[in-house]
């Protein structure tokens, strides 16, 4: 729950308005849509006025994929991979470049 929070906030604080929280929300959807079959990674939840709901959106998510998506935003996940965050200490506190390195490829 504190991580979809986290997402959330993070998400709008990068994208200020609905539609590029749409666009960006829409890279991670995936779905298959044949005529008797139907499967989508997760649910786009929508307002009434039509907006999306992110905060219902990201529930609706599994672990995986909210853990990748706050991994994409910068949102730190101490208690997932604690291993990064002391690996990006460790660069940074010894080797600038490398941490520099890291930074760009992680993002």
């Known amino acids: ?7 959330h906030d993070a998400i709008w604080e990068e994208y200020k308005t609905y539609r590029e929280v749409s666009l960006y929300i829409d890279k991670w959807h995936e779905g298959d ?7 989508e990674n997760f649910s786009i939840i929508k307002k009434e006025s039509g907006d ?8 609706s998510m599994n672990g995986s994929d909210i853990l ?3 991994i994409d935003m910068g949102v730190d996940t101490p208690d ?3 291993s990064i965050p ?6 940074k506190s010894d080797f600038k470049t490398a941490y520099n390195t890291f930074t760009k490829a992680y993002k």
């Open 52 to 59: 999306i709901d992110l905060l219902r959106t990201l529930h």
């Open 86 to 91: 002391i690996f990006k200490n460790e660069l």
């Open 68 to 70: 990748k998506v706050a």
């Open 80 to 82: 997932f991979i604690p």
């Open 33 to 39: 849509e044949d005529w008797n079959n139907h499967w």
């Open 1 to 7: 729950m504190k991580l979809v929070k986290s997402v």
